[in-house]
Every structure is written in C-alpha cells, then in structure tokens.
C-alpha cells in the first residue's frame, strides 16, 4: 500500500522558518523523483520543488529560489522541504508527489500540509 504522508504544517509569522517532511512507504523511493506542490485557495496547484532520485537535480519554482531547499533521503524514505523567509503569499496547502523517473505516469499523492503565514 502507496503512502505519502506530510507534516511540519503550521501557523508562521512572516520571515520565520518551517520545515516539512514526507515519509514514503509502499513503492521503491530510491526510483522515483519527488517533488513538493502548493495549492493556495482558489488557485491552481503549482510545483514548489523537484529533487531527482539520486539528489543530483533540484528544481526550484522562481518565487521560492534562494529561501526553499528541498532534500532527500533514500536510506529513510523522506523528502524534506526547507523554507525560510516565508511570505503571507507562501501560504497553502502543500503536497508531497513521487513520480517514476522511468514511467512517468506513474506517481502518488500525499493528502497534504497546511501552511499560513500571517502575523
């Protein structure tokens, strides 16, 4: 059974930091590249970051280079998003996807974080 699960969501001030985390269970982590997508309210989901299955690769959405990192563990299964600097307009639910490097139509969701930036 394919599992994607997120955490780390959370209430942050302006300029403050979060880190979220997808634990993967179920399919060959180590095969397939992971990405982090955003959906803010009333908008489309839109990719944040891609990380190849070796960390060779990153990819970064303009809006979010140079304050999100985005990492990856094959020995633990995980995919880590680092965000600093965070501005009101960061603020959505984040997703956590993995797709086959090789079938790419093959991927996972997980069921998403919350996070809001607002003083």
């Known amino acids: 059974q394919v599992q994607l699960v997120e955490s780390g969501g959370a209430l942050v001030q302006p300029g403050g930091s979060l880190r979220l985390s997808c634990a993967a269970s179920g399919f060959t982590f180590s095969s397939y590249a992971m990405s982090w997508y955003r959906q803010a309210s009333g908008k489309q989901r839109e990719l944040v970051a891609r990380?190849?299955?070796?960390?060779?690769?990153?990819n970064y959405a303009d809006s979010v280079k140079g304050r999100f990192t985005i990492s990856r563990d094959n020995a633990k299964n995980t995919v880590s998003l680092q965000m600093n600097s965070l501005k009101p307009e960061d603020s959505a639910v984040y997703y956590c996807n993995a797709r086959n490097a090789r079938y790419p139509y093959q991927q996972y969701w997980g069921q998403g974080t919350q996070v809001t930036v607002s003083s």
């Open positions: 990380i190849s299955t070796t960390s060779g690769d990153t």
